[in-house]
Structures are given as structure tokens and as C-alpha cells.
């Protein structure tokens, strides 16, 4: 009985309204079953209706509370609607998680203005405008975690970062400006930096296997990520026991950084 009390105090989100944006494939879809599991409401914002469906169904056949908006985070216009159908659904929310975003690799010499401002909408923007949103009110309110996902190209160049890198190192300081305004207010802001993880973001990379084995063998533990392995990340940085971490990038890439 303590030991569940001391856990459920450190880590339970019981009561905490999450919205997890690209949560319906991949890391999201890890990191929005996770709440949803340690006691959160989670509302997924995504494009793809199918997939919101199955995954809200699956996790709400798991006993958990858990809806799902169909919106375009590429335009400011769809991020606004998007995010006030989403609040209404459970409403304000307490933990913000911004996974949706696009990787588009053309060669440097040959990224044009429509790559970069697709890129930059999505990734950048539109997790700008959501803390835009929802931040203020979750600092009036005294609780509040914003955790974006971000990469290794935030950090490093390989496999044709291009817009890709920029848009997830300008994410990595958009946290910490975040958390500048908001942390004393009780909003912790922090990014997640995966490793290679096979999804469906880094389709063009999974079909080469060699290139597959290569990225395995970078890593200290010798093999690539897995979408779950972020469950456990996400969990803490939602929850009251990392109400002292904020403005950080914290790798979960199984060394892949360090080696």
C-alpha cells in the first residue's frame, strides 16, 4: 500500500487532461497510451481519421478516457480550430505534447521554399501557436507540462538534415523560452530526443537495411528504438515528479548521442 501510494503521488495523472498531437501512429501514439494509462484524458490531434479511431478505440476499450480530432496543424488556421475543438473535448488541458511533424529530405542544393515552409509550419509553427494557447492558462493555473519531441538532427547533421534539423533545433529553444516565461509559474517545458525509431516519419530511411544496421550499431545498446521505449519518459514529464526539469533535451536514443 506505500509503495503504490508513494508511486501513484510520484508519477499518477489522475485527473490531468493531455493532448498529444500526431498521436495516432508512432512515438505520439506510444507517448498518448501512456497517459491515457497513468490516468490522464488525452485528446489526439492528427490528419488520418482511421487511425485516430483505432487508436482511441483501443484505449478506451483499455478502460481509458481518450478522443480524437481530425485537424491540419500545417496552417495556423487549422491549429486554432483544432486545438478549440480539443479543449472542449475534456477541456483546458494540463499536459501539451507536440509529436506531429513532417521529415522532407531533399539535398540541400535542391530544398526549395515549399519544403522549407511545410517543414517549419508543422514542426516549429504550430507547436509555437498551441503553447500560444494553452500555456498562459496553464500558468495561471499553476500546472502545466509542455514536452515536444524533437531529434538528433536538432543536435547533429546526417542523412540530409536540411529543414528537418533547423525546425527541431528551433523546437529545442522554443522549450527553453517556454520555460523562461512559464516555469516559475509551475509549467515545466522539456523536449524528448529520440534516436532512429522506425515510424512511419522515417519511412525513406527504415527501407535500407543496411543504413538500418548502421544506425543499430551507433547505438551503445545495439539496437534502434521502439516507439515504447518512450512511455516511461513522457510518463515522468507529465507527472509531478519532474516538477524541477524544465528547458532540458533529454535523450532516450540508447546511447546513440554519446557514441
Known amino acids: 500500500m506505500i509503495t503504490q501510494t508513494y508511486l501513484s503521488e510520484l508519477f499518477s495523472l489522475d485527473g490531468r487532461v493531455a493532448l498529444v498531437t500526431g498521436g495516432s501512429s508512432g512515438i ?3 507517448i498518448a497510451g501512456a497517459l491515457a494509462r497513468a490516468g490522464a484524458s488525452v485528446v489526439i490531434v492528427a490528419r488520418k481519421e482511421a487511425e485516430l479511431a483505432a487508436t482511441v478505440d483501443e484505449l478506451t476499450a483499455d478502460g481509458c478516457r481518450a478522443a480524437w480530432v481530425s485537424g491540419d496543424l500545417s ?8 486545438a478549440d475543438e480539443a479543449a472542449r473535448t475534456f477541456g483546458e488541458p494540463d ?8 521529415n522532407l529530405r531533399p539535398p540541400m542544393g535542391e530544398l526549395g521554399e515549399d519544403v522549407w515552409d511545410t517543414t517549419m509550419a508543422l514542426n516549429l509553427e504550430a507547436p509555437f501557436l498551441l503553447g500560444q494557447r494553452f500555456g498562459p492558462g496553464m500558468a495561471e493555473r499553476g500546472f502545466g ?4 519531441i524533437t ?3 536538432a543536435h547533429r547533421a546526417f542523412v540530409r538534415s536540411g529543414a528537418y534539423g533547423v525546425s527541431k533545433g528551433a523546437l529545442e529553444s522554443l522549450a527553453r523560452s517556454q520555460a523562461e516565461a512559464w516555469s516559475p509559474h509551475g509549467v515545466t517545458c522539456n523536449t524528448l530526443v529520440p534516436g532512429f525509431v ?4 522515417n519511412t525513406q ?3 535500407d537495411p543496411e543504413k538500418v544496421a548502421a544506425l543499430a ?10 516507439a515504447e521505449d518512450f512511455a516511461g519518459a513522457a510518463v515522468f514529464l507529465a507527472g509531478p515528479a519532474s516538477a524541477y526539469v524544465t528547458g532540458q533535451s533529454i535523450f532516450v536514443d540508447g546511447g546513440f548521442s554519446v557514441h
Open 217 to 226: 550499431a551507433r547505438t551503445l545498446i545495439g539496437r534502434n528504438g521502439l
Open 95 to 102: 499536459i501539451l505534447v507536440n509529436c506531429a511533424g513532417v
Open 145 to 148: 507540462r509542455i514536452i515536444h
Open 205 to 207: 530511411l527504415s527501407s
Open 198 to 201: 522506425m515510424t512511419p516519419l
Open 28 to 30: 505520439g501514439r506510444a
Open 151 to 153: 531529434s538528433q538532427q
Open 75 to 82: 496552417t495556423r488556421e487549422g491549429v486554432r480550430a483544432a
